[in-house]
């Protein structure tokens, strides 16, 4: 049973313009939430995480959304680059005490020139 | 070299065959974690070591064996695979194993079972 969800597997978004990548969960337990990205041949890379205490986070071109009561969270990435281009994992650490995840299946994120 | 390394990058076997794969990091961290990506498929923890101890073997069918000999090395040993077990595996590593710890991962192994 998959506990993160990511509904879109592929998104083009044209360069300048807002990237919104999606990410649902159905473990209300969950209190913390990463976004990963991935560059063909090369490993994850961790790009942003969330506590459940705040609804937002900001790192420069990047911000990730929570609705706790919607399951929710999103990536949003503004202005979108070309560098951008790559494959973003949501994620959630599975219980309390340790520090394995529980990943999305991605999105793969294609910025059009 | 920095970071998290993994070799090989890609490999072919046989279901007879054995194999290993080999993660190393040069991060000091402590904590270092293998994964399995099939295709369309969420990535899959399957060990965590922490202190050269496993701490969480997730289910893992016997014919992978790991192996840590030290904080920075850690092995995938493989034998009598699978077709199913084509996929990619991932090594990765963190300061500890405390949650909320980033993880840092390895580019992979691309794992084809013939």
């Known amino acids: 049973d998959q506990q993160v969800k990511q509904n879109s597997p592929s998104l083009s978004v044209q360069e300048g313009r807002i990237s919104i990548l999606n990410c649902d969960y159905t473990?209300?337990?969950?209190?913390?939430f990463l976004w990963y990205k991935k560059y063909p041949a090369e490993g994850p890379t961790f790009l942003i995480s969330?506590?459940?205490?705040?609804d937002k986070n900001e790192d420069g071109r990047f911000t990730v959304f929570l609705n706790k009561s919607a399951k929710h969270l999103s990536l949003h990435i503004v202005p979108s680059q070309p560098g951008d281009s790559a494959v973003y994992f949501c994620?959630?650490?599975?219980?309390?005490?340790?520090?394995?995840?529980?990943f999305g299946t991605g999105t793969r994120l294609t910025v059009i020139p | 070299e920095t970071g998290v390394t993994q070799t090989p990058r890609h490999l072919v076997m046989g279901m007879t065959n054995k194999k290993s794969l080999k993660c190393e990091q040069h991060?000091?961290?402590?904590?270092m974690y293998w994964y399995k990506q099939s295709a369309k498929k969420p990535l899959e923890l399957m060990f965590v070591?922490?202190?050269?101890?496993?701490?969480e073997n997730n289910s893992v069918p016997s014919r992978f064996s790991p192996e840590c000999p030290n904080s920075s090395h850690l092995f995938l040993h493989l034998h009598t695979l699978q077709p199913e077990d084509s996929a990619l595996y991932l090594c990765?590593?963190?300061?500890?194993?405390?949650?909320?710890?980033?993880?840092?991962f390895g580019p992979g192994t691309r794992l084809l079972v013939l």
């Open positions: 990765a590593s963190s300061q500890n194993k405390g949650r909320g710890e980033t993880q840092y």
């Open positions: 994620a959630a650490p599975r219980g309390t005490g340790a520090n394995n995840l529980f």
């Open positions: 473990n209300s337990m969950f209190d913390y």
């Open positions: 070591y922490n202190f050269k101890e496993q701490t």
């Open positions: 991060l000091g961290h402590n904590a």
């Open positions: 969330i506590s459940s205490i705040k």
